[in-house]
């Protein structure tokens, strides 16, 4: 690929010493998300999100130069997501505010004393003022382009895209709707209804006004997706059973899972294929629109783990054997979308590079695939209506996300004028992977971030650093989710202000396979990454750049769990540490009752049990509208320190979720705890 970045001018000028910068101007890039092409021309559009203000983005052929379409100005914690284009190509839809994440109240971190909604929107293309349509979420289009389905208040709705329209329940049922499909005529609408302990795929004609649902059982049926001619659907189907544990290992499953297809009109249903037991027999979805791509030549594109890594197969809608589309290798794909023709497919893997992703394509019938970006990190690859470009988003260790366009093997941004001026691209660090031992002898990878200016001889503090999740995988650049985009800066950060810094993937994360993300009792079946914090407090402590007496850790969420767990157990090791919305008793996180065996081993996997041994002083942070830690984790915390006088500092943020909505929360969290390390271990 023949690429040079925005910034490369600077690098030129840069001096080996590198200048001091500001959180602020590192945290400063705007995140780009949700990018999307339009079903007609070489239109593309993509979320920004600049300091908290969220907006629009388009950029159009031959010159592609993006321009801001929405003009939200403010830091309000309103999210913008669900974006589709018009089927002219000329409006986008949108959806603005809500709980995108847990579908729960919407959230209101500015605590605004007037109510908040969750509504969708569309933008003209044009001069107009962009338009509510109707409140609610998860909109989908009809292939005619006059209509919207979508959900509210746990049910299903439509409306059509006329200025006077009025929304009309469409269908009043007994579940939770998710997953709404368009038949490609238009005429039908299939979902999936959510019904608690199992799940069954529905249909719903327009004209006839009849509801119906198609195969159903005590399973769990999901990612529906039409034929071609709209008389079929396939679908998923995860076998009930008693899965066991939250957040622990689920290796393989007695009953594997299978896709299933059915004929629409009658509802009549049958096992397309069946997963092999072993490996890949409990399903692991990759990150895609849906599932199951139906592509050219009737063939269905999934994802699979029979290898032990999470790869691409296809398979006839008549039935055979599954095509492999990858080579079995020690790699793992992640997103993928079909080409505009949909006889490829387009993914991005860490195949050849493992802690990094690059874009991919393959034919659905198999074959060799082909390498398409080589140069940083690549994310949420999506091809142009003509099949002519390639848009997708894309980062490297000083260059932060960016919207981009790929024609030929010529890459070019689409705003490089939304990047700050003082952004400290010249300043920031490029990052070494580094193998770390478990104290079990695991092989762990990492991410070491050096101080720029360090001399020979010198000792430095430290900082280990913990992913959330715990599915997450940390990388050689700055990030494709915007919470560890923001833990990428603030590592940055405190390299910058002299620290060594080591960002941990350990065991029960993603990108190293099946077996690695399955760790034998890891989370609450055990806490088998203790042996991985361990490993990086003792890797940093034998390094001659590390002052062995001042090494921290720090991370948010299953990273906070793992800081608590660390200054819980090993408070001879790390000194201090940042705990930001922890779990720190897993027993009562999962609801396990006192009488069931699941507790004593969740409760000795939790820091509670080890607190009596907590030493070190530590900052709790967390917003109490968490939705997905509950904040009396954090309650019950404070409580036990506070009565065993460890030194402790506390910052709540009210009306908060988990991921901050707020660009000032993340800004204020962050500088407060580069003000509690310097405190303690400088």
């Given amino acids: 690929m023949t690429w040079k970045p925005f910034f490369a001018a600077i690098f030129m000028v840069a001096s080996a010493s590198a200048a ?37 983005w388009v950029a159009e052929a031959p010159d592609y130069k993006g321009r801001r379409l929405t003009q939200y100005k403010s830091d309000d914690g309103q999210e913008i997501a669900q974006v589709a284009w018009t089927q002219d190509g000329r409006s986008i839809i949108y959806v603005r505010g809500g709980d995108f994440e847990m579908g729960r109240d919407n ?67 007994k579940g939770r709707p998710s997953m709404l499909r368009w038949s490609p005529d238009g005429s039908r609408v299939v979902f999936v209804n959510n019904r608690t302990e199992h799940a069954i795929v529905g249909a719903y004609d327009f004209g006839s006004k009849k509801l119906w649902y198609i195969d159903p059982s005590v399973d769990t049926d999901t990612s529906p997706v039409f034929s071609h001619d709209g008389k079929q659907v396939a679908f998923i189907r995860i076998a009930a059973s008693e899965r066991g544990m939250r957040f622990g290992p689920v290796r393989t499953v007695e009953d594997p899972w299978s896709i299933r297809i059915a004929d629409v009109e009658t509802g009549a249903g049958r096992e397309l294929w069946r997963a092999l037991k072993g490996p890949g027999s409990a399903f692991h979805a990759m990150i895609a629109e849906n599932q199951l791509l139906w592509g050219d030549g009737d063939r269905i594109v999934f994802p699979w783990e029979r290898t032990g890594y999470l790869h691409l197969y296809s398979i006839s ?18 997103d993928a979308t079909l080409s505009h023709d949909g006889r490829e497919v387009i993914y991005n893997s860490n195949e050849g590079d493992i802690d990094r992703r690059h874009i991919w394509s393959v034919p659905v019938t198999g074959g060799i695939a082909k390498q398409l970006t080589t140069d940083g990190l690549e994310w949420s690859p999506e091809q142009t209506a003509d099949g ?91 990030h494709y989710m915007d919470y560890y985009n923001h833990a990428y800066a603030m590592n940055q950060y405190l390299a910058s202000r002299g620290y060594v810094v080591l960002a941990v993937n350990y065991r029960s994360g993603i990108g190293y396979g099946l077996n690695f993300r399955e760790a034998l009792n890891y989370g609450a079946s055990g806490a088998s990454e203790y042996n991985d914090v361990q490993g990086a407090g003792l890797y940093l402590r034998s390094r001659p750049d590390v002052d062995p007496a001042r090494i921290g ?36 996180e999962l609801g396990i009752p006192v009488t069931e065996p699941d507790y ?40 036990a320190l506070r009565r065993q006088h460890v030194p402790m500092e506390l910052i709540v943020y009210p009306d908060e979720i988990h991921d901050f909505l707020l660009y000032r929360s993340w800004l204020a969290a962050y500088q407060a705890t580069a003000r509690f390390l310097d405190r303690k271990l400088k």
């Fill in 20 to 56: 001091r910068f500001s959180l602020d101007q590192v945290l400063s890039a705007p995140f780009p998300s949700e990018i999307k092409t339009a079903p007609t021309g070489g239109r593309v559009a993509w979320v920004l999100d600049e300091n908290g203000a969220r907006n629009i």
């Fill in 107 to 173: 959230p209101n971190p500015a605590s605004s004393p007037d109510a908040v909604e969750q509504d969708i929107w569309i933008a003209s293309l044009g001069s107009d003022a962009p338009r509510k349509i109707a409140e609610g979420s998860e909109p989908a289009l009809s292939p005619k382009g006059d209509r919207l389905v979508y959900l509210k208040g746990g049910q299903i709705w439509t409306v059509t895209l006329a200025h006077d329209a009025k929304p009309e329940q469409l269908i009043h049922a």
């Fill in 317 to 334: 809608s008549h039935g055979d054997n599954p095509t492999p589309l990858n080579t079995n290798a020690a790699f793992e794909i992640e």
């Fill in 388 to 478: 002519k470009v390639l848009v997708f988003l894309h980062s490297d260790t000083r260059n932060p996300a960016r919207a981009a366009v790929m024609t030929g093997s010529a890459v070019r941004d689409l705003a490089p004028d939304s990047i700050p001026s003082d952004f400290p691209t010249a300043s920031l660090v490029d990052p070494q992977a580094v193998i770390v031992n478990a104290a079990d002898g695991m092989q762990i990878h990492c991410q070491l971030f050096l101080p720029p200016d360090s001399k020979p001889g010198e000792k430095h503090p430290a900082a280990v650093f913990y992913h959330g999740g715990s599915r997450r995988q940390m990388l050689l650049g700055w």
């Fill in 553 to 588: 850790a720090w991370g948010g969420s299953y990273g906070g769990y793992l800081t608590a767990l660390a200054l819980a157990r090993s408070s001879d090791l790390f000194q201090a540490g940042v705990d930001f919305h922890g779990v720190h008793d897993w027993a009562r």
């Fill in 600 to 639: 004593k081993i969740a409760f000795e996997s939790s820091p509670m049990a080890s607190v009596g041994g907590w030493k070190s002083p530590v900052l709790l942070i967390h917003g109490d509208d968490d939705r997905n830690v509950q904040f009396n984790q954090t309650v019950m915390l404070a409580d």
